[in-house]
């Protein structure tokens, strides 16, 4: 698999590809989708940095990954619903996220989750 990445500010961030956290917490299996960024309909891609942040790299949004709030058309019954996952559910993300290795590499990754601590 091969992701669109980009560097900014020597953070390396690659285009994020994972199942709902949210569903997942839930029991549901949803299939791995790029994800977009639907805060004021802005629509950009979402980008997941090594800094263990989120990163909408049409507006600039950025926030750590245990404090971003997730929309999807399985768990949503509105269309401005966003809810925050849970650490499980966090958990589950980051596992999912591991399958991205081939694409943003080992170290990318043990970066990434060294850095999930500093946002709890």
């Known amino acids: 698999m091969a992701l669109n990445s980009f560097e900014k500010n020597g953070v390396t961030y690659f285009e994020l590809y994972i199942s ?12 791995h989708a790029y994800w977009s960024h639907h805060n004021n309909n802005c629509n950009g ?27 999807c058309p399985n768990h949503s019954t509105g ?12 958990a589950q993300a980051v596992a999912t996220a591991g399958q991205m290795v081939q694409a943003t590499g080992l170290a990318w990754l043990q970066t990434f989750l060294a850095n999930m601590e500093k946002g709890c």
């Open 45 to 71: 891609d979402i980008y997941m940095g090594e800094n263990a942040f989120y990163y909408c790299k049409k507006c600039g949004a950025t926030q750590h990954v245990y404090k971003w709030k997730y929309g």
């Open 20 to 31: 709902c956290p949210v569903c997942v917490d839930r029991g549901n299996n949803t299939p």
């Open 79 to 90: 269309d401005y619903e966003f809810l925050e996952a849970s650490p499980a559910s966090l």
